[in-house]
């Protein structure tokens, strides 16, 4: 079949690769321009795998130039997977089969920009990964194929979404498969249980002493290493990019420190960080930042 793909993160690069290795023609890549000009990692990953592909960056679909340039490509079938932009209905229409995408969630739970951070943040035990059938609304389209995977309890959201997008990436050669068939089977999605996954602001990334060490692991993990939990002392914003905790019984303030180990006092329970990065220094072990930031016991974290 003649495919389009359209995504621009990380997540989206082991779809690209099975794509360009399938019997399927690509006949363009649509990938987002980052505010700094450079090369989004779909952009880079096409330029290792050495095909010749078409490249395509519109800032939006609003233009006319930019709509006639995708219906005359006329692609069987278009693929997105974190492509960033949205896509008006002239574009969803524009393909024989529709537009598919590739979404890291237990759908209809978790629609929208984070799903993989937040299913983290929340203590999700499980999430899925669906194919689905793209409308215009968010994540709202019709499931075409949804597989189960676990959320360990130490695992972070790189990782997490690193294990998702393969498992994606083979789901979506199952279904294009079954388009070409003629055995693709659609249903839409249940009306009960939807959650929406905010997109991942500052006020996220700062760790806040006033809740329970566990929800404050969670959320180490689901920033881990990018874009990254941190705390502030002596105005440096000090990133946590893995901790241990415990549940135990304290009176202390929330966040305090506890010992010389670095243990942190949370509202509930205690948080002890193992990995952390100062401001433009190496990820280092909590026994070496403490070599040349020691933070004295009882100093209180804001």
Known sequence: MKVVFMGTSQFAVPALEMLVQ???????????????????????????????????????FKSEQDVSAFQKLKPDVAVVAAYGIIL??????????????????KLPRWRGAAPVERAIMSGDTDTAVCIMQMDTGLDTGAIILQEPHSIDDNITGTVLSESLARQGAKML?????????????????NTMGVTYAHKIEREDEKISWSKTA?????????????????????D???????AEY???????????????????????????????????????????FLMGCKIPIGTILV
């Open 214 to 234: 566990r929800i404050i692991h969670r959320t180490i993990r689901a920033l881990s290493p990018k874009p990254g939990a941190h705390f502030v002392y002596q």
């Open 236 to 242: 440096q914003r000090i990133k946590v990019l893995a």
């Open 88 to 105: 008006p209905k002239i574009i969803l229409d524009t393909p024989q089969h529709g537009v598919l995408n590739i979404h890291p969630s």
């Open 246 to 288: 415990s549940d135990t019984l304290h009176d202390r303030t929330p966040g305090s420190i506890l010992s010389e180990r670095l243990e942190i006092a949370c509202i509930e329970g205690i948080l002890k960080p193992t990995l952390l990065q100062r401001e433009s220094r190496k990820v280092m072990s909590t026994a070496e």
């Open 22 to 60: 399938s019997s399927h023609e690509l006949a363009a890549i649509y990938t987002k321009c980052n505010a700094s000009n450079s090369k989004s990692p779909v952009y880079s990953a096409l330029e290792k795998l050495g095909a010749t592909i078409s490249v395509f960056q519109p800032r939006n």
């Open 173 to 189: 050669l199952e279904v294009l498969k079954n388009i070409e068939d003629g055995r693709m089977i659609s249903s839409p999605q």
